[in-house]
């Protein structure tokens, strides 16, 4: 089986977002401190999360994975649930 090329890039994205917000969690501001960073940074922080996004989803159509997917803890109730269906016999008298 051969490996998905993309997968590299999609673990190096994965770990530029999560260094990049432990960065900006680790110089957030206590309440009524002043922000030591700049504006201009600030936003160009934003706009990086949103390539990162961007490039992100880019790699997820390409290998035909499902955005939409959100984790589920073991013991939360599903959605569905499996109905078996069957057809009564010939002698059923509900023909």
Known sequence: MAADPSAKERRILRMMRTVLGNVVKDAAPRPGAPNPLQESTVD????L???IAEREAELADQAGLNRNEKPRFSDEP???AAVTLHRPGKNSKLN
């Open 44 to 47: 160009s922080i934003r706009d």
């Open 49 to 51: 999360f949103a390539l």
């Open 78 to 80: 599903q959605d569905v």
